[in-house]
């Protein structure tokens, strides 16, 4: 999936939420992405939002308020709504899936990673 927004003022709102299958490649069956993450050229790779097992989401302080997490469970996918967004937005897009999982925004908690998704913000 491609998103390439243009806005003023640096912001924008996609046409409809990022989607990724929940399992992603090799990962177990019963693995499923619980975390948004996103890596711009040059930068490292940060985490965007997560949602536990208990439904409680946390977020990037510099999404916080303008990204929502959630699961479709009758797609099976999760779900990413961005509202507001900034040429600060524009990276590729992964979900994450991790067996345990202790700081959330950490890379290195994860184990399996989705294909990835590019969100280009105009500025």
């Known amino acids: 999936q491609l998103h390439l927004v243009g806005s003023g003022g640096g912001s924008g709102q996609p046409e409809g939420p990022l989607t990724s299958p929940c399992k992603t490649l090799?990962?177990?069956?019963?693995?499923?992405?619980i975390a948004w993450f996103r890596q711009a050229p040059g930068k490292e790779r940060e985490g965007v939002a997560v949602i536990d097992a208990n439904g409680r989401k946390m977020y990037a302080d510099s999404v916080q308020g303008r990204f929502t997490i959630s699961k479709d469970n009758a797609k099976k996918t999760l779900d990413l709504q961005m509202t507001t967004l900034k040429p600060d937005d524009s990276a590729m897009y992964y979900c994450?899936?991790?067996?345990?999982?202790?700081?959330?925004?950490?890379?290195?908690?994860?184990?399996?990673w989705g294909q990835g998704i590019q969100v280009t913000v105009s500025s």
């Open positions: 994450a899936a991790g067996d345990t999982v202790l700081v959330w925004d950490y890379d290195t908690q994860y184990d399996y």
């Open positions: 090799n990962s177990p069956a019963d693995w499923s992405c």
